[in-house]
């Protein structure tokens, strides 16, 4: 079992930055496309970014385009999501997700793809 466990949320002000880390641990031989969601109290959780096994294809939503880099470092089990500009709006609780994939090209964005997740990180933006 792999266990997944998020770092790097604080409270930050807008236009600040902040990188999130996600370290996996456990059986970790399998490829695992990662992805990164969040959940703003009151609202459904949401895509954020996504990265491959190979971290060759990542995707992102529209609203973190340009700000937000999902990156990977495969030697440390760990992906990583710096954050750039950050708004007010992306206030959320941050979750790391984990999905293996055969592909190491595959990158998903849907949560019901994922079947592993972390604990989550909490990121508050002040305007």
């Known amino acids: 079992q792999v266990q997944l466990l998020e770092s790097g949320g604080g409270l930050v002000q807008a236009g600040g930055y902040l990188r999130l880390s996600c370290a996996a641990s456990g059986r970790t031989g399998s490829n695992y496309c990662m992805g990164w969601f969040r959940q703003a109290p009151g609202k459904e959780r949401e895509f954020v970014a996504a990265?491959?096994?190979?971290?060759?294809?990542?995707y992102y939503t529209d609203s973190v385009k340009g700000r937000f880099t999902i990156s990977r470092d495969n030697s440390k089990n760990t992906v990583y999501l710096q954050m750039n500009s950050l708004k007010p709006e992306d206030t959320a609780v941050y979750y790391c997700?984990?999905?293996?994939?055969?592909?190491?090209?595959?990158?998903?964005?849907?949560?019901?793809?994922?079947?592993?997740w972390g604990q989550g990180t909490q990121v508050t933006v002040s305007s």
């Open positions: 997700a984990a999905k293996t994939t055969a592909n190491g090209s595959s990158v998903y964005n849907t949560a019901a793809a994922f079947t592993l």
């Open positions: 990265i491959s096994w190979s971290g060759g294809n990542t």
